[in-house]
């Protein structure tokens, strides 16, 4: 209890929400409903400085530290444990923009801005901040690095990791490092940042990033494709890649029971094509000008691929309203899955070149040995991404599914963990799928920077 109250001082007033209180439930739950934890206390530090302060008093008194921001991840990274002895640090009053340096195409934020924010901090300078995804009005650039968020715009611009070039971090034993680099080349000694870029706050906590912008995609070109499948989406790939090049921002695929569920349970969308079809790809492409963005290119290119069957149909979005719609139909997929429920969630990766090959062999197998499930995979195939997501027959064993996805993706050398990360979720599949060797050096990080276990502890390793 003494400990509480140093706490709630060092946060002062208005820094602070009681653990027991009924405003705790949005901090203690993930927004999957998949893991309900506990916390002594939300604590909601304003500035780094406090941060660290914080950390101290907790590294002394052994007590637990789980960060959060937007709380959107997947993975239950930013859920306390059912004890209730941990608090939650919560960076969400540290939303500043510390500046847009417009010369050098940077901007440089604390943890707790929104990713939305962050966006339009850079558009007004006529700037393109461009990581991108279905949670950006409500996560954070804290929690977006801290987990290496992707999204969809990874083809073109890359991870949360590769647009970041400086970092500032609280460490459990109470130094802040400042790495505030705005710097596009400086090799001088280990790059530290990106030990904590991915890591989940397990090493130490993210209070503010400089991070790259790029010439705003002025015009784009969107447009929504019907296919027969997986595999047709990879070889399509090739063919946007080969016309648009460099101008390609974005490629997502949808099996077709994942539009349906969107069109069935979300208000508002409409379909943008006469019929139903087994699968769908949202092609984006972006430049400064119309005819950087591919606007000749592309019907003459749809025309050629619809002639030579690659695809069964297809639309080039009139308008803004237009592309919204198709954007939606996206974005709302993970939520009409959430209405419907019952779906086991997988987030894994693979080449390109085994990508149609483990989809193909997937269905095999789902077909013979659990009968009735509906696969309703979609993700960033641009990127080798899928959200493997699959509803089981009642009664399917969904343990021995998930290992048996993850053993066909081993087999077709991709990764159990492409963008959500561990979490909770995926502790076991971390010590299944990396080497000893591996595994020791990141235990060997760990105890280096946060020797007393209080950095998200029982996250990513035990
Ligand atoms: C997305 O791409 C997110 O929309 C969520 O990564 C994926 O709900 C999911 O499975
Ligand atoms: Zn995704």
Redesign the pocket.
Known sequence: MADIQTIKRICGDGGWVDGGGAGAAAFTVDQREKFHGRAALIAMPGSAAEVAAVLRHCNARGIGVVPQGGNTG?AGGATPSAGGGQIILHLGRMNRIREVDRANFTVSAEAGCVLAAVQEAAQRAGLLFPLA??SQGSCMIGGALSTNAGGVRVLRYGNARELTLGLEVALADGRVLDGMNKLRKSNSGYDWKQWFIGAEGTLGVVTAAVLRLFPDETHARTCWLALGGAGDAVRLFGDFRDALGGALSCFEFMEGECVAQVLRTIPGVRNPLVKNYPAYVLVQSGAQSAAAAGGEILPALLARLLDEKKILDATIAAGEAQAANLWKIR?A??EA?KKRGGYV?H?ISLPLSTLADFMAESRRWIAQDFPGAVTAAF??VGDGNL?F?VRLPSGADAGAFTEKVYAEVHAHGGSFSA??GIGQLRKKELLAFKSAGEIALMRRLKETLDPNNIMNPGKVLD
Do not use: F, L, S
Request: aromatic share 0%.
């Open positions: 997947m995804m279905g974005e997929i993970p899955e969630k987030d993700g960033h959200h997501n963008e959500h």
